[in-house]
């Protein structure tokens, strides 16, 4: 009987606000989950034959593959802090950060790699079993994975040498330039992720061209790597929006509330990167695809087996 309309649009607000957060992170979780399947199946097709595994090209792919898992499973767990926790826990926190920031960084290098293998087998194809085999191809993923722990690592240092005990133990906004607060670490990942990104744009330009031009001879399988260094550049262009991200977001408060564009951008610049690649690079691929329809099919047999 006491209640004001203040009280109650107060409340009105709480109750709208915790379902908006409900909707978006089932929203979140649901996405995620479904394309975690499809890499897990594309993974599990992968491991099943030895024929795949002896190709570097499907050895790259599968990595890519492994990658967006890892990144995709630890976004969504960072959104799902920053939306249902707000803070938590640095060791938490940093558990899932170091992963998602040094995945996104192999993500550019791996469709460098990928089309540098396109061009070896269309235009040198008489030297590809001697450039692009099994055990370079291993070290070529070692090398990406190195490339990208360097850019994090100083930024980790000074972490540890800045910062007191008390802010390892407290609880912390989980965001890159939260944890990461020296001025350094800003400068640092814009120039790293330009120096990535051009060098990758320089290479598959490259290798496009120089494709482009066999493919004038009407040879089928040039034309197809073609199309991929194609799609392998606007995946790279969705990978770009993810770092002019925080611009983007700046311009975007003017007309939306925060967790609307927060939402949006995730959905648009984390997850559906994460749900072409086994589509564009796996089920595009004939020999792949025969394979992962295979296991689907023997699959879902067993399971129906031990239903009945």
Known sequence: ?????????ATWNSQEKFVRAVYMNTTVVILGLTINYINAAMIHTFNKHDILKMNPRYILFIHLVLNDLILLTTSICLFIFIFTFNTVYFSICFV?????????????????????????????????????????????????????SLTILPDLFILLA????????????????????????????????????????????????????????????????????????????????????????????????LGSIFFGTFIVFQIFPRFLSPIIYGLRDKTFRKYFINIDMCTHNKTMKMLS
């Open 1 to 9: 009987m006491n209640s004001t309309p203040a009280d109650s649009n």
């Open 96 to 148: 899932f950060l170091l992963p998602a920031i040094i995945t996104s960084q192999n993500t550019p290098l791996n469709l460098a790699f990928m089309a540098a293998e396109c061009y070896i087998s269309v235009c040198v194809p008489l030297r590809y079993e001697n450039i692009c085999t099994v055990k370079k191809t291993y070290i070529v993923i070692g090398i990406i994975w190195s490339l990208s």
């Open 162 to 257: 800045t910062e007191p005990l008390q802010f390892f133990q407290s609880k912390v906004y989980c965001e890159s330039t939260v944890v990461f607060k020296s001025s350094l670490f800003v400068k640092k990942r814009d120039a790293s992720h330009t120096l990535f990104l051009v060098v990758v744009w320089i290479t598959l330009f490259y290798t496009y061209f120089r494709i482009l031009f066999v493919a004038k001879a009407a040879d089928s399988n040039a034309k197809k790597a073609r199309n991929t260094l194609l799609i392998h550049g606007f995946q790279l262009l969705l990978c770009m929006m993810v770092y002019v991200q925080p611009m983007l977001i700046k311009v975007l408060l003017d007309f939306f509330p």
